[in-house]
């Protein structure tokens, strides 16, 4: 049976939707570029970032850019599991 590919939230803003995605000072997870897209995908952004709200947090708490983890690292790490489809927080 073929399994599905892992979602990660932190890339598919930054990637597909080509948003810049940070954690502010007073932290709230910031959207940069949503001016661009489309209603549909502006909505769709808000979703993400509401729906994974936690785990993007622990994406972004990185020092870098570079250093932020990817779904799989945290994975490896055993830092999130995944039970019944949804992430769980370790």
């Given at each position: 049976m073929p399994t599905r590919p892992i979602f990660d939230p932190l890339?598919?803003?930054e990637r597909q939707l080509r948003l810049?995605?940070?954690l502010a000072s007073n932290d709230k997870i910031l959207?940069?570029?949503?001016n661009?897209?489309?209603a549909k995908r502006r909505q769709q952004a808000f979703r993400v970032a509401q729906v994974y709200d936690k785990l993007l947090r622990m994406q972004l708490d990185a020092s870098t850019h570079e250093l932020r983890p990817s779904v799989n690292k945290l994975l490896a790490q055993g830092k999130i599991i995944i039970k019944n489809g949804q992430y769980i927080l370790s």
């Open positions: 890339r598919f803003l810049k995605v940070e959207l940069y570029g949503l661009d897209l489309s």
